[in-house]
């Protein structure tokens, strides 16, 4: 599998937050960091928000049960 790089507007897309709240979430380490792209771009790893949105799921599931 190829690995791949998402950039900011699909993340948000993807975990339906905003910049701002993406950011405290890395901050307190609740979500994975970006990683430079070049001077002025960053991206995160694809795989890494996918694992990040699962266990949201799970966590929500398992809170209503």
Do not use: N
């Amino acid at each position: 599998m190829e690995a791949q790089i998402l950039r900011l507007p699909a993340v948000r897309s993807s975990v339906g937050l905003s910049k701002s709240q993406i950011y405290a979430l890395v901050a307190r380490g609740e979500f994975p960091p970006p990683f430079k792209l070049s001077a002025r771009a960053s991206g995160w790893d694809a795989a890494a928000v996918q694992a990040w949105i699962a266990d949201r799921i799970r966590r929500s599931r398992k809170a209503a049960a």
